[in-house]
């Protein structure tokens, strides 16, 4: 099991070297569990949340599928849109592009947001 994460840990590290959230264009950062999914938007410049949501926040209990993970993407960028973010840097957090994580983007770029 702990090989799972340190392998997790690992691609972020290495996707963190590349990516970093400016004033201009700041970072959405995503966070799976097998109850929650949670996405904040970071300026790293100042090192700052300006915006997040989460499932939670959705009032779904249970699990996380396809559809509550579009939700809490079209939140954050909604959120992000009012407060005058349209560009963002994608930060998959470790997690393959597949499944809930894809279904978070597709709804943050049908919310606005461009990346």
């Known amino acids: 099991m702990a090989n799972i994460k340190d392998r997790r840990l690992r691609i972020k590290k290495g996707i963190r070297k590349t990516l970093e959230g400016t004033s201009a264009r700041p970072r ?16 790293d410049a100042s090192g700052h949340t300006l915006t997040s949501s989460s499932s939670v ?17 079209k939140k954050v960028a909604e959120k992000a849109v009012a407060s ?26 049908e919310g606005g947001l461009k990346f």
Request: no cysteine; glycine share 12%.
């Open 28 to 43: 959405l950062s995503v966070f799976r569990s097998n109850k929650v999914i949670y996405a904040q938007i970071i300026d």
């Open 57 to 73: 926040e959705l009032d779904k209990k249970g699990g996380v599928n396809l559809t509550i993970s579009k939700n809490v993407g």
């Open 84 to 109: 005058g973010i349209k560009e963002i840097v994608f930060d998959r957090n470790g997690y393959l592009y597949h499944g809930n994580i894809k279904a978070l983007a597709e709804g943050a770029r």
